[in-house]
């Protein structure tokens, strides 16, 4: 007997393992067209997620980096355990990473931004949203500068004579497609003659990389077919 | 008639023939052969090189959605670096993911122990959970871990952790392990702290973003990488595993062969038209 004919069903005993792989029927039923079935799922999944990151995001984001750090800074106790922590130099002496009082700021900055439910006094949502977009400008700026443009530059220097035959046409081709993929976005003259000759080499590099593309986007969507069916088949049916 | 008929296909077949072909061979695995890349090997081979007791950061930037691309990789690289005496301390900046990745974390951690490894939560291994922030959160790492993160996912003091003592900012760690299924993930963590903090790093991403991500693996800033379920199952293999990446890889193969082969009868019956138009 082999190991295909040794499984045998056994159904889970989890009521929470029968919802997901019923809901997950719901989803796959708008393969055969639209339905009341998968309205429901979407209705669900919409808003138990809603309620679920809300939910989250107060526990895990909130309360652990604003309220605990305020009540500890001006009550001298541990918001959990209530033990005394003490606070030498009052509510407003900070240090690296023990910011205290100073947490005010943040958090006024996260209330403005509620300001955007009142037409009168949306307009200081924009402070917060200033401080967001600035900090977030500089860090992708600096970050990009030295993690893609730099080293991507520096990388793409390549010896075109290697060690061996292989590395050598790995590096020659490499230095084509770039340049030419590089031609193919100089707009400047029209794509005649040589630059026209280069542009089209660059189309058919650009072509490849959109192929190569395509087919890992194909198995990341098909991952996803398939980790569901093995929560069918493994997790609800007990297929192992 | 020839191959018009193709053009009016009702595209439901298609589901139907894509999704028998998944089905099939989970139910009957039919054992393609997979082999082993040389990006999943430089993945495998710079954990396999890292000295004994050192410490590893491992960021598990991910949620549900990404489940069967990215969970594969997380047990497999956690056993590995347990195997090799490693300490691990994962952190994750995906809202959704804290919870999946400490569950999966924990069961890796329990069938370690299992097989009889002595393997002590605060010791050994460190979860700090979800920190909200993006790129903010690692850069602020770089000011110090405990800073960034002042309690784990468990809600311990991060100060009260063994491991943690020994953990300052990135010069504590030798090697960062990324599982990244989009934004923030690999690219953030190569430009934020590879960039600039020069820690070493490897990644394991979804599929849909590996291409992204090769420039990096070639100028080095990856020191491996692992893209999707063949990655990971490939991975698997390396490691003499067999998990839920490689049981997946003949549905994945057979879907494969029929997306290519829908894609060359489409353009023949497009090629064909063209002819015989008038």
């Not at chain 2, 990644?203 to 990488?225: F, I, M």
Request: proline letters at 5%; a neutral charge; hydrophobic letters at 45%.
């Amino acid at each position: 007997m082999d190991e295909a004919e040794d499984r045998a069903l056994s159904l889970s005993q989890d009521f929470g393992v029968w919802v997901a792989a019923l809901l997950t029927l719901c989803v796959f039923s708008f393969l055969y067209k639209d339905n009341p079935l998968y309205k429901l799922a979407e209705h669900l999944f919409v808003g138990v997620s809603a309620g679920y990151y809300i939910v989250l995001n107060f526990w895990t984001v909130v309360v652990p980096n604003l309220f605990d750090p305020l009540y500890r800074a001006f009550t001298g106790h541990d918001p959990v355990t209530h033990a005394a922590v003490p606070q030498p130099g009052g509510p407003f002496a900070a240090s690296l990473g023990d910011y205290r009082g100073w947490f005010l700021f943040p958090g006024l900055l996260g209330v403005l931004l509620f300001t955007r439910l009142s037409r009168r006094v949306d307009w200081m949502s924009r402070w917060s949203l200033a401080v967001i977009i600035g900090v977030y400008a500089g860090l992708k700026t600096t970050g990009f500068a030295q993690g893609d443009l730099v080293a991507q530059a520096q990388a793409s220097l390549q010896p075109l004579w290697g060690p061996d035959l292989w590395t050598s046409l790995n590096a020659i081709l490499f230095t084509v497609g770039l340049v030419t993929s590089l031609l193919f976005f100089f707009y400047s003259r029209e794509h005649k003659g040589t630059l026209g000759v280069l542009a089209r080499t660059g189309i058919v590099f650009l072509m490849v990389s959109f192929g190569a593309g395509y087919g890992y986007t194909v198995m990341s969507r098909l991952s996803l077919l398939i980790g569901r069916f093995q929560f069918l088949l493994e997790d609800w049916l007990g297929i192992k | 008639m020839g191959l018009a008929w193709l053009e009016k296909l009702d595209r439901r077949w298609l589901f139907l023939i894509v999704g028998l072909l998944v089905l099939g061979p989970l139910v009957r695995p039919i054992g393609v052969p997979l082999g082993s890349s040389k990006p999943v090997r430089q993945f495998h081979d710079a954990i396999a090189a890292l000295p004994s007791h050192s410490i590893v950061l491992m960021s598990c930037d991910y949620d549900p959605g990404g489940k069967p691309e990215m969970v594969p990789p997380t047990r497999t690289a956690f056993r590995q670096l347990m195997e090799k005496h490693c300490r691990v301390v994962i952190t994750c900046l995906w809202t959704g993911g804290s919870g999946l990745v400490d569950e999966t974390i924990e069961q890796t951690a329990n069938e370690l122990r299992a097989k009889g490894m002595d393997i002590v939560y605060g010791r050994d291994y460190v979860d700090l959970g979800y920190k909200a922030g993006y790129e903010a959160v690692m850069v602020l790492m770089g000011k110090g871990i405990a800073n960034a993160f002042p309690q784990d996912q468990r809600a311990n003091r991060t100060s009260s952790l063994p491991l943690m003592h020994e953990v300052k900012d990135y010069s504590s760690f030798v090697l960062l392990v990324n599982i990244s299924a989009g934004y923030p993930g690999t690219k953030e963590w190569v430009q934020q702290v590879n960039a600039r903090f020069h820690l070493p790093m490897i990644s394991a991403c979804t599929a849909v973003s590996a291409p992204e991500y090769y420039p990096y693996l070639q100028s080095g800033q990856l020191r491996g990488l692992l893209g999707g379920m063949a990655g990971a199952a490939e991975y698997e293999k390396l490691r003499g595993e067999k998990g839920s990446a490689t049981r997946g890889m003949d549905a994945q193969s057979l879907a494969h062969v029929f997306v290519a082969l829908c894609i060359v009868m489409g353009n023949v019956v497009q090629w064909t038209k063209r002819r015989t138009a008038p």
